[in-house]
């Protein structure tokens, strides 16, 4: 990854209501490295929407600039700006596809709009359904397909152009788990197989942890944390960000041990222990009992993969008077 595909800075938005004015985003400064995969996180109405329309000049700042590999989107005009659109694919939570058009009439819409000749839009399509995964499916229409499917074909849809930034909106939040796994591992091949830089936004903490390299977590329009996922993952610094990661990474009590701790309280500390990078593999507990003679209960945990690298969480209980000993190994 060399330098940043996308650049966020000191952007603000702001739009008029009545009476005033509400305000979307407030000082955003981001950067997206160039064909990393970076998702932001955050609450219904916390500006993520907002914030991805400003890449693709649907939205202009009120203050600040953004930029795509170093062109200014904010005050691009005309042909400037159809430029940027060309290299910026999206995809939505709502597929957008054209009822009346087929597979191979809706990957085409883009192609024809940038008046590619007839000839090449043929072949063109032909790729990108096979680069998908839609082979059979080439003839049908929305009606026809599954949500997956819709996806897949909004996919090729964004990368008729060739596109060097894809934007995604929520693009899995209408899919079962399964569905939003080969969905996912799609944007990850396309990623990988022609580099292309993509900036995603989500609700969901485990959307990051299995395809982004590089998150932020947007609250009330501003960024209150980002960096490498698994930086974040390992030791979040913000409470927003911790209540997002207790759904997945076992960072929490399961319900039914907390229940037993609160109706019978067995005078033990309750450690979490994180394990990350190198460290995650180590017998922890083995040198807790040989080294120190603590005995520790283990309450919950679970170890995960984030990206290619371990990262595990443990719930232990230690008797109260050895908690400070065990914290400090
Ligand atoms: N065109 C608009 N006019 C007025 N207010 C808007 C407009 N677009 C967004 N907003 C406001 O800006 C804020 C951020 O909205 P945005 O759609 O970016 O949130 P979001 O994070 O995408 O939420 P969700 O997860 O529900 O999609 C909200 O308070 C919203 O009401
Ligand atoms: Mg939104």
Redesign the pocket.
């Known amino acids: 990854m060399t330098g940043a595909a996308i650049t966020f800075e000191g952007l603000g938005?702001s739009?008029?209501?009545a009476g005033g004015q509400?305000?979307?985003?407030a000082d955003i400064t981001l950067s997206v490295p160039q064909g990393s995969i970076t998702g932001i996180i955050?609450?219904?109405?916390?500006?993520?929407?907002?914030?991805?329309?400003m890449v693709n000049g649907l939205?202009r700042p009120t203050t600040g600039k953004v930029s795509v590999a170093g062109r200014d989107v904010g005050t691009a005009t005309g042909s400037g700006l159809r430029a940027i659109r060309r290299d910026v694919g999206m995809i939505f939570?709502h597929f957008n596809l054209l009822a009346s058009r087929s597979v191979r009439g809706n990957i085409a819409l883009p192609l024809e709009v940038a008046g590619t000749p007839r000839g090449q839009i043929r072949a063109r399509v032909d790729q990108l359904i096979d680069q998908v995964g839609l082979g059979a499916l080439a003839d049908r229409y929305p009606a026809e397909l599954s949500g997956g499917q819709k996806q897949r074909v909004g996919i090729a849809r964004a990368l008729a152009t060739g596109p060097k930034v894809l934007l995604s909106?929520?693009a899995t939040s209408a899919l079962d788990p399964e569905t939003t796994q080969t969905v996912l591992d799609l944007l990850a091949q396309i990623n990988r197989d022609l580099g292309l830089t993509v900036l995603l936004?989500t609700?969901e903490m485990a959307v990051l942890r299995d395809i982004a390299s590089h998150m932020a977590v947007?609250e009330a329009?501003r960024i209150v944390e980002a960096g490498p996922t698994y930086d974040v993952f390992a030791r979040p610094a913000h409470a927003t960000t911790r209540s997002f990661l207790s759904g997945v990474t076992g960072a929490t009590l399961p319900a039914f041990v907390a229940a037993r701790l609160q109706a019978d309280p067995p005078g033990d500390q309750v450690i979490r222990v994180t394990f990350a990078g190198t460290h995650a593999t180590d017998p922890m507990l083995a040198r807790l009992a040989t080294d120190l003679g603590i005995s520790a209960n283990i309450l919950g945990g679970t170890i995960e993969e984030i990206g290619t690298r371990p990262f595990g969480n443990l719930l232990i209980s230690v008797p109260h008077d050895r908690g400070d000993q065990a914290r400090a190994s």
């Not at 509400?22 to 985003?25: F, G, I, K, S």
């Not at 955050?42 to 329309?53: P, V, Y």
């Open positions: 938005k739009f008029p209501k509400v305000m979307a985003l955050g609450r219904s109405g916390a500006g993520k929407s907002t914030l991805l329309r939205e939570q909106d929520e936004i609700h947007i329009g």
